[in-house]
């Protein structure tokens, strides 16, 4: 112990101490330098090639990072901002102990140095992860405005339309297919600009600190363009009667990560060419697409092709569609004949909005504005009426959810006498807070509905060996009379046992092997008891075994319906 005391631990001192150990640890040479602002530790750090000239805050009392800044003359760098601001980390993942703020400030000050080093050491994989990075700086040019993208960033060159909203602040930009109109933005009260498209292997002209973008960037890219671009070129800027003409033009560039990245610039045109007169802006934009929402949603891309039907949309059914869509699944049939009510509102996923309508009427237009790409046909009729007009062939899965298996055995016993051969889910739930149930099958693989329906010696039973509560109680109640009996359960119990189903459905066309499949959750059963209902020694032991074994129990019995034909 010395009688001196430290140095405040926010300071740049203490920054510059901690720093110092880390570089002397690694034989890194730092000198420090004169800071603008107190706030900030100046560093010289010697690299490979070069020195880091490197700014970082010493009293952020945020929960992330401390920022840190490289100064000018910078070039182009990945992960470096056009003001100099170097993202060392996403964040993600991280765990910060607020009591070593100059131990925080050292280690990114440091990782910060290494990124540099990394990716200054070669200058093909410099630009190729600058590229990488391009909407991130170009976003950090300035006065840079904000858009979004509602055309796809496919590559193929197009002149499209740009809307500027300049009631908003600041003005917001809007880029959709010419014609399209899109009801995130109100297309009919903002003026169409004429916008170019186009794709590119290379982007010339990208200003670099203190360059600014200019009309100079437009000339640069306009001499990059390809014959069949520069047509598309001359139809954008084309002579007009109305003389200066606001454009937009938008440049995509590969991503070797994956993709391409998308960048922007609003100019005017006069007579054909580029006006000078006019100051350029750099635009950038973030996506609006199904594709790219699909992607950065965890929405899968490979199940956007795929139709499920859903039989069924009551509060279970709802709960299926919609986490089905959400999950990536482009085509849904739902089918049911029943209007949605007040009765429903609480435990189904529709909008009171549509109380008075048909329930698949009100999934289809709440559900494709939810989720974009989704198309969704609304089939208001029973499923029984559905089933022998339709051709399997056209689905890739179909899940049952009218909460009553006895009526869903006929469904299973049809589906087997077809020829295409897809998964069937079958759900229910039981009174209260029992819990609920859901069986995978295959049209023509062994395992089936009725195969629940055995008792121990394989003899057929009346009630399925899955249930939780015992046989001949009463469960329903009714708040106005006999008209409106139900079976009590709430939109927990709905929403477990229809993300049971969809998760079913949803392995099965992802493709797994499983043949079959008996899943169940247990709820806590308080409500249940204190209704005095029975419940089964199954729903008891249900808690503490293993779905697999369950399955096995389930399945493993002699059935006349899904073995005799193998
Ligand atoms: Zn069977």
Redesign the pocket.
Same mark, same amino acid.
């Given at each position: 112990m010395t009688d001196t005391a430290p140095p405040p631990a926010d300071s740049a001192d203490a920054v510059f101490g901690a720093v110092s150990a880390l570089c002397s640890d690694r034989g890194i040479a730092v000198a420090r330098q004169d800071s603008p602002e107190a706030s900030f530790l100046a560093v010289e750090l010697k690299g490979a090639t070069r020195g880091w000239r490197l700014f970082v805050h010493c009293r952020d009392d945020t929960l992330s990072l401390p920022t840190v800044f490289l100064a000018a003359p910078r070039g182009l760098l990945p992960h470096v901002g056009y003001s100099g601001g170097v993202c060392v980390n996403d964040g993600q993942g991280l765990s910060i102990d607020p009591d070593r703020r100059e131990d925080i400030a050292a280690h990114t000050l440091l990782a910060a140095y290494e990124l540099l080093e990394r990716w200054s050491a070669d200058e093909q994989v410099c630009r190729t992860e600058f590229l990488n990075e391009l909407e991130g700086y170009w976003v950090g040019l300035p006065r840079a405005a904000h858009g979004q993208a509602f055309f796809e960033v496919d590559s193929k060159d197009r002149l499209i339309s740009a809307y500027e909203d300049s009631r908003r602040n600041p003005p917001a930009w809007f880029f959709a297919e010419r014609g399209a109109r899109p009801r995130e933005f109100d297309v009919a009260k903002l003026q169409a600009l004429r916008a170019l498209y186009v794709h590119l292997d290379e982007l010339p002209g990208i200003p670099v600190h203190p360059e600014q973008l200019t009309h100079k960037f437009v000339d640069q890219v306009r001499g990059a363009l390809s014959p069949a671009q520069k047509d598309l070129w001359r139809e954008l800027v084309g002579p007009s009667k109305n003389g200066v003409r606001a454009s937009a033009l938008l440049v995509s560039v590969p991503r070797q990560a994956g993709g391409r990245s998308l960048v922007g610039v609003a100019f005017a045109a006069y007579k054909g060419e580029v006006d000078q007169r006019v100051p350029v802006m750099p635009l950038t934009a973030r996506r609006r697409t199904s594709n790219h929402m699909r992607e950065r949603g965890g929405a899968s891309l490979q199940l956007s092709g795929k139709r499920v039907a859903v039989l069924g949309c009551g509060a279970v059914g709802s709960v299926v569609a919609d986490t089905l869509a959400a999950a990536g699944v482009g085509q849904l049939t739902l089918v049911d004949a029943d209007i949605y009510s007040e009765d429903n509102v609480f435990r189904h996923v529709l909008d009171p909005a549509y109380i008075g309508l048909p329930k698949t009427w009100g999934l289809k237009h709440q559900l494709e504005r939810q989720y974009p790409g989704l198309t969704v046909d609304a089939v208001e009729v029973a499923a029984q009426t559905w089933l022998p007009r339709t051709s399997l062939a056209d689905f890739d899965g179909i899940v049952l959810a009218f909460g009553a298996p006895s009526i869903e055995r006929s469904f299973a016993r049809a589906f087997r006498s077809q020829e295409h051969e897809l998964p069937v889910v079958f759900t229910w739930l039981e009174a209260l807070d029992l819990g609920g149930h859901s069986v995978l099958m295959w049209t023509h693989k062994?395992? @089936?509905?009725? @195969?629940l329906y055995r008792d121990d010696g394989g003899a057929p039973a009346l009630h399925p060996r899955t249930s939780f509560l015992e046989a001949n109680q009463h469960v329903t109640r009714n708040l106005t009379g006999c008209a409106s009996v139900f079976v009590p359960y709430g939109a927990l119990q709905a929403r477990k046992t229809g993300l049971l189903a969809a998760e079913q459905m949803l392995e099965a066309l992802y493709g797994s092997t499983i043949q079959r499949a008996y899943g169940y959750w247990v709820g806590n059963g308080i409500q249940a008891k204190a209704q005095g209902l029975h419940t089964t020694p199954w729903w008891t032991n249900a808690a503490t075994t293993f779905s697999a074994i369950a399955t096995e129990r389930v399945?493993g019995r002699p @059935?006349k /319906? @899904? /073995?005799s034909e193998t």
């Amino acid at each position: 112990m010395t009688d001196t005391a430290p140095p405040p631990a926010d300071s740049a001192d203490a920054v510059f101490g901690a720093v110092s150990a880390l570089c002397s640890d690694r034989g890194i040479a730092v000198a420090r330098q004169d800071s603008p602002e107190a706030s900030f530790l100046a560093v010289e750090l010697k690299g490979a090639t070069r020195g880091w000239r490197l700014f970082v805050h010493c009293r952020d009392d945020t929960l992330s990072l401390p920022t840190v800044f490289l100064a000018a003359p910078r070039g182009l760098l990945p992960h470096v901002g056009y003001s100099g601001g170097v993202c060392v980390n996403d964040g993600q993942g991280l765990s910060i102990d607020p009591d070593r703020r100059e131990d925080i400030a050292a280690h990114t000050l440091l990782a910060a140095y290494e990124l540099l080093e990394r990716w200054s050491a070669d200058e093909q994989v410099c630009r190729t992860e600058f590229l990488n990075e391009l909407e991130g700086y170009w976003v950090g040019l300035p006065r840079a405005a904000h858009g979004q993208a509602f055309f796809e960033v496919d590559s193929k060159d197009r002149l499209i339309s740009a809307y500027e909203d300049s009631r908003r602040n600041p003005p917001a930009w809007f880029f959709a297919e010419r014609g399209a109109r899109p009801r995130e933005f109100d297309v009919a009260k903002l003026q169409a600009l004429r916008a170019l498209y186009v794709h590119l292997d290379e982007l010339p002209g990208i200003p670099v600190h203190p360059e600014q973008l200019t009309h100079k960037f437009v000339d640069q890219v306009r001499g990059a363009l390809s014959p069949a671009q520069k047509d598309l070129w001359r139809e954008l800027v084309g002579p007009s009667k109305n003389g200066v003409r606001a454009s937009a033009l938008l440049v995509s560039v590969p991503r070797q990560a994956g993709g391409r990245s998308l960048v922007g610039v609003a100019f005017a045109a006069y007579k054909g060419e580029v006006d000078q007169r006019v100051p350029v802006m750099p635009l950038t934009a973030r996506r609006r697409t199904s594709n790219h929402m699909r992607e950065r949603g965890g929405a899968s891309l490979q199940l956007s092709g795929k139709r499920v039907a859903v039989l069924g949309c009551g509060a279970v059914g709802s709960v299926v569609a919609d986490t089905l869509a959400a999950a990536g699944v482009g085509q849904l049939t739902l089918v049911d004949a029943d209007i949605y009510s007040e009765d429903n509102v609480f435990r189904h996923v529709l909008d009171p909005a549509y109380i008075g309508l048909p329930k698949t009427w009100g999934l289809k237009h709440q559900l494709e504005r939810q989720y974009p790409g989704l198309t969704v046909d609304a089939v208001e009729v029973a499923a029984q009426t559905w089933l022998p007009r339709t051709s399997l062939a056209d689905f890739d899965g179909i899940v049952l959810a009218f909460g009553a298996p006895s009526i869903e055995r006929s469904f299973a016993r049809a589906f087997r006498s077809q020829e295409h051969e897809l998964p069937v889910v079958f759900t229910w739930l039981e009174a209260l807070d029992l819990g609920g149930h859901s069986v995978l099958m295959w049209t023509h693989k062994p395992g @089936c509905l009725d @195969c629940l329906y055995r008792d121990d010696g394989g003899a057929p039973a009346l009630h399925p060996r899955t249930s939780f509560l015992e046989a001949n109680q009463h469960v329903t109640r009714n708040l106005t009379g006999c008209a409106s009996v139900f079976v009590p359960y709430g939109a927990l119990q709905a929403r477990k046992t229809g993300l049971l189903a969809a998760e079913q459905m949803l392995e099965a066309l992802y493709g797994s092997t499983i043949q079959r499949a008996y899943g169940y959750w247990v709820g806590n059963g308080i409500q249940a008891k204190a209704q005095g209902l029975h419940t089964t020694p199954w729903w008891t032991n249900a808690a503490t075994t293993f779905s697999a074994i369950a399955t096995e129990r389930v399945f493993g019995r002699p @059935c006349k /319906r @899904c /073995r005799s034909e193998t």
